[in-house]
C-alpha cells in the first residue's frame, strides 16, 4: 500500500479526523471486541497459523513446529551394547550354572564391548564385566545363563526411520532439539514469527536515555508491548517516536504498512482527546472494528483492518498498555504461531481490601501475594493507569468479571500468577509505614536468601497495626509517638493488637524534620513558620502525621491554620517530590527522602522507627532469615552509613509484648 496514497487519504479526510476524535464508537465487552477481531482476520484470510521456515537446530529453541518431524534415522541406527561387558550368542550360555562355571573363548564365542559398541555378528547379548572372571589362557567363565537380547539397545528402541518424533505446533525444547538431532535432522521447519510493528506517537514523547524537559514524558511502552511480543513468539521493531499530528501519523502508517507486517500496534492516540486520530486514521483508511472495550483499565482500545492487515490501538497509560498487551496481542501471536492461549496458572486469594469495580467491565488488578497462617492473601496494589510499579511489584493479576460490584475484604477472588507458587509462598509481606530503607533491607535479604523476597505495602503505622490484627501481613512497620508515655509503638501496639502476643525490633533510629526547597526561600527555622504557607501532610494513621500533630500542638498551633493539612501522600519521597515540584512549600519527613530529591531539610527529632512482629511469624524459617539479615553486620553497617539514619541499636528487641 503506497505511502503517498496513505498521505492523500489522511489529508483529504482532515475534516472527518477531527470531528470524530472525540468519539468512542462503542464499549464492547472483551470476548465481543476478541469475536470482532477473529472474524476479521478470517475474512482477511489471515486467522490461521502463519507459513514455515527451515532453520537450523542450534537457532531452534522456543520455536514451534510448522509440520510433523519425522525420524530420517532410526536411533540407535544398529545393534548396540547397552552395558560394559562381552558379547555373546545367548545360546552358548545356556550351559552356565553358579556351581559350574562355562568357559568362552574370547575373539570367538565371547568379544570385548563397552556401552554403545555395534553388536559383533552373530551375537545377541551382552554379559556385565562384573559378572565375568577372565582366564589366563584367554577365556571368561561366566556362571548364569543370560537371556537374548539382555543389555542389548536393539535398532530403532529410541525411534525408527519415518516414525513421527514430534507433532505440529510443538514448541521446541531442549530436549527436542536433542531428539532431531539424534534421529537425522540438521534443520527443521517452523512457524515464521509474526511480525508487529510498533508505532509510538505523542509530541510530548522522549526515547529512554534522554532526560525529559516539564512536561515530557519517556516512552517506554514499547518497551514493554516488543518484549511481551517476543515473550509470547513473534517479533516486534519500533519506529521513531512520531508527532501527534495527521501529516506525521500518515507518513508513518504508510511506511510501516509498506514493510508488510503481520500486526501494527499505534501506541496512544486512542482516546478522545484532542490530539487523538487513531480511530480516524483507521476509518479513513479501512475499517474501524473497535472503539472502546469494556475493561479496567484499558478502555480506549482500538481494533481496526487496513487491507488485510490487523491495526490495535494501544492506550497510552502504561499499566492499561501492559494489560492490552496480555488481552489481546499476545493471545494472537500464539494463534499465529498454532499455540493454544498460554493461560497462566490460577489461584484463589482473600482479599485483605474492599474492592469497587464498574458493573459494566471486565476489571483487572495487579496484586501483592503472601501466605500468611496458611492463607494464600491478595493485597490490591495502586490502581492508578499510569502506576508503572505496580506491573513491577505485582505478583499476579485478580480478575473481577463483568456484572460484579467488586469484593469485600475477605472474599475469595481468582488470581493468575505472574511468579511461581512456591516464590509467592516464600515472600514477606511488610505493612505499615513507609521507610526508604526497607528497600535496603529486602536486598540484602535476598543476597542472602535468594528464594526469600520481602513486600512492603506503605498504609501508614496505623494501618500496619490493624492488618497485623487482621493477619494480613508478617510484620508491620511502626514509628507512633505517644506523647503521654513519651515512648514509642507500645500504647499503639497494646491497644490495637490486644491479646496478640508480639516482638517489637528496633529497624533504625532516623531523622524526622521539615523538608523545603532548595535554599530555603521561605526563611523557614522552626513549626511556627509555616502558618499560612502551603503545607504537604501525610496519610492518617501515618506516624509522620502524629508527629507532626503533635509538634503543633507543642507550639500552640491549631490544623486549621496550616494550609493544606488535608494534602495527603504515603510516603516521605511523595513528600518530598510534591515539595520540588512546587505544590507545597514544606512538608515532613525523612532527611534521607529530602536529599534524595536535592532539597533543603531542618531537623527537628530523631524517631525510633520498629519492626512488630506477631509470635505467629517470629519463629518462621523466611522471619528467622529476615531477623538474621537485620542484626548482620554488613546491613548494620550499610544502614549506618544513610544520612539521617543511625544503626547502634538495629536488631535489638525493645521488649516482648504480650499484648
Known amino acids: 500500500m503506497p505511502a503517498a496514497w496513505l498521505i492523500s487519504r489522511l489529508c483529504e479526510s482532515t475534516v472527518t479526523l477531527m470531528s470524530k476524535r472525540h468519539i468512542y464508537l462503542e464499549d464492547l465487552p472483551l470476548d465481543e471486541a476478541r469475536a470482532k477481531l477473529r472474524a476479521a482476520l478470517r475474512t482477511a484470510g489471515r486467522l490461521g497459523p502463519l507459513p514455515g521456515e527451515t532453520i537450523a537446530l542450534a537457532d531452534a529453541l522456543g520455536r514451534v513446529t510448522a509440520e510433523p518431524v519425522r525420524a530420517k534415522l532410526s536411533s540407535p541406527h544398529y545393534h548396540c551394547a547397552a552395558m560394559d561387558g562381552y558379547a555373546v550368542a545367548a545360546a552358548d550360555t545356556r550351559d552356565a550354572r553358579e556351581t559350574q562355571a562355562l568357559s568362552l573363548r574370547l575373539g570367538r564365542r565371547a568379544h570385548p564391548v563397552n556401552t554403545g559398541d555395534p553388536l559383533p555378528d552373530n551375537t545377541d547379548a551382552v554379559i556385565m564385566i562384573e559378572n565375568v572372571d577372565e582366564t589366563e589362557d584367554g577365556c571368561i567363565l561366566i556362571y548364569a545363563a543370560v537371556a537374548p537380547w539382555q543389555h542389548v539397545r536393539l535398532m530403532g528402541e529410541d525411534m525408527v526411520t519415518t516414525e513421527t518424533v514430534l507433532q505440529v505446533n510443538h514448541q521446541l525444547r531442549p530436549v527436542d532439539l536433542g531428539a532431531l538431532a539424534g534421529c537425522g535432522h540438521a534443520t527443521v521447519l517452523v512457524r515464521r514469527k509474526p511480525r508487529v510493528a510498533i508505532i509510538p506517537t505523542g509530541g510530548e514523547l522522549v526515547p529512554p536515555g534522554r532526560r525529559p524537559e516539564r512536561g515530557q514524558l519517556i516512552e517506554y511502552n514499547s518497551l514493554i508491548l516488543r518484549a511481551q511480543i517476543r515473550e509470547a513468539g513473534g517479533e516486534a521493531s519500533a519506529s521513531e ?51 472502546g472495550i469494556a475493561v479496567r483499565p484499558g478502555h480506549p482500545v482500538i481494533i481496526g483492518m487496513i487491507g488485510t492487515t490487523p491495526i490495535i490501538g494501544v492506550p497510552g497509560y502504561p499499566v492499561s498498555a501492559a494489560l492490552t498487551g496480555e488481552l489481546l496481542i499476545a493471545p494472537l501471536i500464539r494463534r499465529w504461531l498454532g499455540l493454544s492461549r498460554d493461560e497462566p496458572v490460577t489461584v484463589e486469594a482473600i482479599s485483605t481490601r474492599k474492592i469497587v469495580s464498574p458493573l459494566g467491565d471486565d476489571d483487572f488488578l495487579r496484586v501483592a501475594l503472601a501466605e500468611i497462617d496458611g492463607q494464600l492473601l491478595a493485597t490490591p496494589l495502586q490502581r492508578g493507569a499510569g502506576v508503572i510499579t505496580s506491573l513491577v511489584q505485582a505478583d499476579g493479576l485478580a480478575h473481577i468479571p463483568r456484572f460484579h460490584e467488586g469484593v469485600d475484604r475477605g472474599d475469595a477472588m481468582r488470581v493468575s500468577l505472574y511468579r511461581s507458587l512456591s516464590q509467592v509462598k516464600s515472600a514477606i509481606m511488610v505493612m505499615g509505614s513507609h521507610d526508604p530503607m526497607l528497600d535496603l533491607l529486602a536486598t540484602h535479604l535476598r543476597l542472602f536468601s535468594p528464594a526469600r523476597r520481602m513486600i512492603s505495602v506503605n498504609v501508614g503505622s496505623l494501618g500496619g497495626l490493624i492488618a497485623l490484627r487482621r493477619g494480613e501481613a508478617h510484620l508491620a512497620g511502626s514509628h507512633l509517638f505517644d506523647p503521654a508515655t513519651a515512648t514509642y509503638n507500645l500504647p499503639f501496639i497494646r491497644k490495637y493488637l490486644r491479646g496478640e502476643p508480639c516482638q517489637l525490633v528496633t529497624f533504625a533510629q532516623r531523622e524526622q524534620g521539615l523538608i523545603l526547597p532548595p535554599g530555603n526561600p521561605r526563611g523557614i527555622s522552626e513549626i511556627a513558620d509555616i502558618r499560612g504557607l502551603r503545607y504537604v501532610n501525610r496519610q492518617r494513621g501515618a506516624g509522620t502525621r502524629v508527629l507532626f500533630d503533635h509538634l503543633l500542638e507543642q507550639h500552640d498551633i491549631a490544623s486549621a491554620e496550616i494550609r493544606g493539612y488535608e494534602h495527603e501522600e504515603y510516603t516521605h519521597l511523595g513528600v518530598a517530590a510534591a515539595v520540588s515540584d512546587g505544590i507545597g512549600d514544606c512538608g515532613m519527613g525523612l532527611r534521607s527522602a529530602a536529599e534524595a530529591m536535592g532539597l533543603d531539610f531542618i531537623g527537628m527529632t530523631w524517631e525510633r522507627f520498629d519492626l512488630v512482629i506477631p509470635a505467629r511469624s517470629l519463629e518462621t524459617e523466611s522471619l528467622q532469615a529476615l531477623l538474621t539479615v537485620l542484626r548482620g553486620a554488613d546491613f548494620k553497617r550499610e544502614l549506618g552509613a544513610q544520612s539521617g539514619y543511625r544503626s547502634d541499636e538495629t536488631g535489638k528487641t525493645v521488649e516482648p509484648v504480650d499484648a
Not at 495527521?246 to 490530539?275: E, K, Y
Open 241 to 291: 517516536i512520531v508527532d501527534d499530528t495527521i501529516d506525521a501519523l500518515s507518513a508513518a502508517l504508510g511506511a510501516t504498512l509498506n514493510s508488510a507486517p503481520d500486526l501494527v500496534l499505534m501506541l496512544s492516540g486512542s482516546s478522545a482527546g484532542s490530539h487523538d486520530f487513531t480511530a480516524g486514521a483507521l476509518e479513513a483508511l479501512g475499517e474501524l472494528l473497535v472503539h
